[in-house]
């Protein structure tokens, strides 16, 4: 019987799916395995079920050997997966797109708004008992409706998030991405513009695009310094896109208002990160897609991915090199 090896624990409806045609392994444990456990369980596999954080390379391929017909990442990003070295084996790769728009749109919007709102520093003052007063003159923050939000990476997730914050504070959308949307120009009035001006009008920028040799690092020192300063920057992307010491400079500097972060590089972010410490950086452990609905479905899609690349059929789902 074919074997498959799954790298976490995930929802059942998936893994129930691939019991019902293979032999499955998942990894027990909460932490993910160390890489040379991981290699030695893929040994032989027909199918691994990858997690973001798992690398899948060409050591990997080698470990897994011919058996090995597809490789589904539990995520819509695939910047973990050489997936021009898996073709080549004729290894298919899937992802799981769509399914977690929502749920990653949603955390981007609280992001901006428990950022934008001092959460981080108000709920750490009744946490510690500090709580004294009303206080006219603490956590002061920002509003949204009728300001400006930009976009970085219009895609699907991008999108929901700028209708929502269209419909819900009617914020005017400037947008980058490599083509202007035709669907963010009609139905929201979004204007397609390059970084530098969507830098210097945006009061609450929003990260969306995929992580690529063009992204990594995209948020620098140079481009921080062109934010207004009372800008909201937000993350549910990739921690690689933002140079991390160059943020915590610009927050310490008051060079924007605040960040909220779900993703950080690496993740968990170091310990000693002066990120960690500043009250004006909210950072959440990776949640965009932690809904219920949302990883139930990933499972199932991972699954079927995986089921489809056994029989040497296409997976639905499937992604091509960049
Ligand atoms: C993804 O799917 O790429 C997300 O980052 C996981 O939540």
Partial sequence: MSKVFVTR???QPGLERLKEHVEVEVWPDQDPPPRSML???IAG??????????RVDDEFLDAAGPNLRGVAN???GYNNIDVAAAKARGVHVGNTPGVLTNATADTAIGLILAAGRCFRPAIHNVEKHQWRNWEPMMF????FEGKTLGIIGMGRIGLTVAKRMRGGWGMRILYTSRSAKLQAGRDLDATHVQLDELLASSDVISLHCPLTEQTRNLIGEKELAKMKPNAV???????EVIDQMALANALANGQLFAAGLDV???EPIAADHPLRDLPNCLI???IGSATWQARNQMSMMAAVNLLAAMKGTPMPFAVSPA
């Avoid at 596999?45 to 798992?54: A, E, F, I």
């Avoid at 002061?140 to 509003?143: H, I, P, T």
């Avoid at 920057?233 to 921690?239: C, D, E, K, W, Y």
């Fill in 140 to 143: 002061l923050g920002q509003e």
């Fill in 9 to 11: 624990q995930i929802p």
């Fill in 74 to 76: 539990f995520a819509v």
């Fill in 264 to 266: 950080t590089t690496p």
């Fill in 284 to 286: 959440l452990p990776h």
């Fill in 233 to 239: 920057l937000v993350n549910t992307a990739r921690g």
């Fill in 39 to 41: 290699l030695e369980r």
């Fill in 45 to 54: 596999c027909s199918g691994v079920l990858t997690m973001l954080s798992d």
